[in-house]
């Protein structure tokens, strides 16, 4: 969903402390989810998850957004949401290691962290997770003491949630009053007054944005929360934890065993075409989006767990080490890297900068992506030469210390 984007493991941790296999996934999640929210920065929302809503679905056109449905949408947030809990378990063990509270200082993280997130979400862009995670993070964290089979356990139970919600609606939307259905319908399938209308508020100022940003951000904070993003992060924030624990974020496991995890994660893509033969076949209908979400759902588990462990044994072999390189030094600066994204994106395509909202394709759109990954590499990898943090993480640790924390070399 448009407003369900997400992000990495954000908790900023000293240079002395990291671990790069960690850093690198982080860095890959981080500029791989600019791919998809590319598309809820520029074009009305309802593009996002049908993208016969709004746009040309043409030649490159059709083939960016097929590619990037395939190999982007969701894949990248169940790694950010994985991430996020391993996150947890390292921050609760170096603590503990230092002899610090570790509870205090978690939770001082996260009410920052929702801080953030509302300002994020309200204030500038509504596809923000910050907030999302914040929530999520303030139950999910007692969990940090279970084995990792518990946690596989707890963490599968949350995952069926949603997927069950989905069916549920699927099945019964024929049954729905009609009031509801037209609701649905206004980010399935919006009219064009109200596509215009969408569109003249993003290219406006700060206060026509927030006509349909706050819209948006409250919808995802609310229904779509309770419904969606709550089972589907917290259930992949532990299993996180447990992948963490058992070393699977750290490289440590085998060869067998990730070379497996590639084996198996192709059996996500075959799922993928079947969603989209049939949402095409049903001229996409509102009926087969709750059942084509489920099979995205499942099958993004599948292609992002062939994701990370191909990160692993590249990073466990010491191989393509300058682009290695590049990735972790981005994926060390994950929640200034991630607002970044909103900065610059915002300044493209709202009002308040160049004012190309709903004016560049799908095939434009990546083109800007490339532009902004290939700032973000190099830009990370200078900042990271003079200071210890990017400049975000710095402010969230001063914050959650409640001291200043050194931040030049």
Not at 18 to 38: E, K, P, T
Not at 284 to 312: C, D, H, K, T
Not at 387 to 396: A, H, Q
């Amino acid at each position: 969903m448009a407003s369900d984007p997400e992000l990495p493991s954000l908790i900023p941790v000293d240079q002395t402390e990291r671990i790069n296999s960690l850093d690198v996934l982080r860095g890959f999640a981080l500029l791989g989810i600019l791919v998809m929210n590319i598309q809820a920065f520029s074009m009305v929302g309802a593009a996002y998850m049908n993208p016969t809503a709004y746009g040309d679905l043409t030649g490159a056109n059709y083939w960016v957004w097929y590619v990037s449905h395939l190999l982007f949408d969701q894949k990248f947030m169940v790694l950010f949401s994985a991430l996020f809990g391993a996150g947890i378990v390292l921050m609760w063990r170096r603590a503990e290691a230092k002899s610090r509270r570790a509870t205090g200082l978690h939770y001082r993280r996260t009410f920052w962290l929702m801080v953030f997130g509302l300002v994020h979400a309200y204030g500038v862009w509504a596809g923000d997770i910050l907030f999302v995670y914040s929530l999520c993070a303030l139950w999910v964290f007692w969990l940090k003491r279970r084995s990792p089979k518990a946690l596989i356990i707890i963490g599968a139970i949350a995952l069926m949630v949603s997927p069950v919600l989905m069916m549920t609606a699927g099945l019964s939307v024929q049954w729905w009053p009609q009031e509801d259905v037209e609701q649905m319908m206004v980010g399935w399938q919006p009219t064009p007054e109200q596509i215009a209308e969408e569109v003249a508020n993003y290219q406006g100022g700060w206060s026509d944005q927030g006509r349909s940003r706050v819209k948006v951000a409250v919808g995802t904070h609310t229904e779509a929360f309770i419904y969606w993003a709550f089972w589907r992060a917290s259930g992949l924030m532990i299993v996180g934890m447990a992948l963490f624990k058992i070393g699977f974020f750290s490289a440590e496991l085998s060869d067998r065993i990730y070379k497996r995890c590639i084996g198996i994660s192709f059996l996500g893509l075959p799922i993928l075409v079947y969603s989209v033969h049939q949402n095409f076949a049903s001229a996409w209908s509102i009926e087969r989006f709750f059942f084509s979400q489920v099979y995205n759902y499942f099958a993004s588990l599948l292609v992002s767990l062939g994701y990370a462990s191909a990160i692993m044994l590249i990073c466990k072999y010491g191989l393509l080490t300058k682009v290695t390189s590049g990735l972790a030094n981005v994926g060390r600066m994950a929640l200034t890297n991630y607002l970044l994204h909103t900065i610059i994106a915002t300044t493209i395509f709202y009002g308040h900068g160049l004012g190309y909202f709903g004016q560049v394709s799908r095939a434009g759109q990546i083109l800007i992506v490339c532009g902004i990954w290939a700032f973000q590499i190099p830009f990370s990898a200078w900042w990271l030469k003079r200071f210890r943090f990017g400049p975000f993480e710095w402010l969230w640790r001063t914050l959650s210390y409640m001291k200043q924390q050194p931040l030049m070399r």
